[in-house]
């Protein structure tokens, strides 16, 4: 049986417990994408309130493939000496932590560039009809080299990994997804429709060693879970580490769920990824999870390896230590004010009450 405390081999590093934090976009950068004292302080905090592994939000691998102009990047080096600042502030206290990498694909953010997708289709963005871009072979080749040279300016910030944003239609996921329907080498069969994020993850093994982390967000569920797995199956046997479960652009409506368990079936997703991936990589599963009831609840009985948290986190930098060791926290509203996106600021009224000193959000 683990613990919330029980260390965990993660690729060939040693986590020292968990609990995670799950990717959560501050939209807080310039057009220039760079990390500044802001985010060091933001990630630094939930470190030192003892998370094990940190996944910093969605970083850009090409400026025109940003879900929001504020988002930060990795698509040139001079990002490089902000993300190593933040490595710095997290590592000392123990923390693994990992930038997620991420191009938009079909949720690209329009002053950012155009949408694009693996298939030329109308895509409903902000709601309009816009037509995407299908991409070209040449351009496909391009974007997975944009992905390997931002795991490797990552690698040169300190950073333990990296994480592929392999979900919420991003471009990972719509290779992936029904969205696809290309008929080269990139769509058709699972294994067709996961070579994109199969090269960049070979790649990115190549270029980073061994003992660089790689984790992928992936989908549970796109179109369907037995397809899901096939991917992940894809995304393992390419060199991936680590699979951290999420949704992607398939509705979720079609995904039955026993309501009296105490996760929803979001985080069923990824006990499902658990019991699939056991004793080849660990799984960790997200969404919902807002007490430390829940965490020891689907640790404890053994459904996953690691627990992902966003909104508790953000709505307490703390709130790993309740887990660890039962002290008093400040729940989320699950108001969904920190999601409110580029155009809006945000108070997280949770965290506004407990009105701590080192409030950053
Ligand atoms: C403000 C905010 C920003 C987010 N940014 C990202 C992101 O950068 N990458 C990502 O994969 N998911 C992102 N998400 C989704 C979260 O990682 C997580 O999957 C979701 O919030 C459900 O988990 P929770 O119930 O613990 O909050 C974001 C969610 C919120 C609320």
Excluded at 63 to 81: C, F, K, M, T, V
Excluded at 227 to 255: M, N, P, R
Excluded at 267 to 291: C, E, M, Q, W
Aim: aromatic share 8%; with cysteine.
């Amino acid at each position: 049986m683990s613990t919330a405390d029980t260390e965990i081999k993660i690729g060939k590093r040693i986590c020292k417990n968990r609990i995670t934090m799950a990717p959560t976009v501050k939209f807080n950068a310039g057009e220039d994408g760079i990390v500044t004292d802001f985010f060091v302080k933001h990630y630094e905090l939930r470190a030192k309130h003892g998370v094990g592994f940190i996944c910093v939000e969605a970083t850009a691998v090409a400026p025109e493939g940003r879900l929001a102009p504020s988002q930060i990047g990795l698509w040139n080096d001079e990002q490089i000496e902000g993300h190593r600042r933040l490595v710095d502030a997290c590592h000392a206290f123990g923390t693994i932590i990992v930038p997620q990498i991420h191009f938009g694909g079909l949720s690209t953010h329009p002053k950012c560039g155009r949408l694009t997708s693996p298939t030329s289709v109308k895509w409903n963005l902000f709601g309009n009809e816009v037509d995407a871009h299908e991409l070209t072979f040449a351009e496909i080749k391009e974007i997975e080299g944009r992905f390997i040279d931002a795991a490797v300016r990552a690698q040169k910030a300190g950073y333990d990994g990296v994480q592929l944003h392999g979900c919420h239609s991003y471009l990972i996921n719509d290779f992936a997804s029904a969205v696809n329907k290309r008929t080269d080498e990139y769509g058709g069969s699972t294994e067709n429709r996961a070579r994109f994020g199969c090269n960049i993850i070979s790649g990115i093994r190549k270029a980073c060693g061994d003992d660089f982390i790689i984790s992928v967000r992936t989908t549970g569920c796109d179109p369907t879970v037995e397809e899901s797995l096939g991917i992940a199956e894809c995304y393992v046997k390419a060199g991936c580490d680590y699979l951290q479960v999420s949704t992607g652009i398939q509705d979720i409506d079609f995904i039955e769920h026993d309501d009296s368990l105490p996760y929803n079936k979001i985080a069923a997703l990824g006990v499902k990824f658990h019991d699939h991936f056991k004793g080849i990589v660990p799984v960790s599963l997200v969404n919902g999870i807002r007490t430390p009831e829940q965490v020891h609840y689907v640790l404890e009985n053994d459904l996953i390896d690691t627990v992902d948290l966003a909104c508790g986190l953000l709505a307490d930098p703390a709130f790993s230590e309740a887990i660890l060791n039962g002290t008093p926290y400040e729940k989320c509203y699950s108001c969904k004010t920190c999601g409110w996106g580029p155009d809006h600021a945000h108070i997280c009224p949770a965290l506004a009450k407990r009105g701590d000193e080192e409030w950053v959000w």
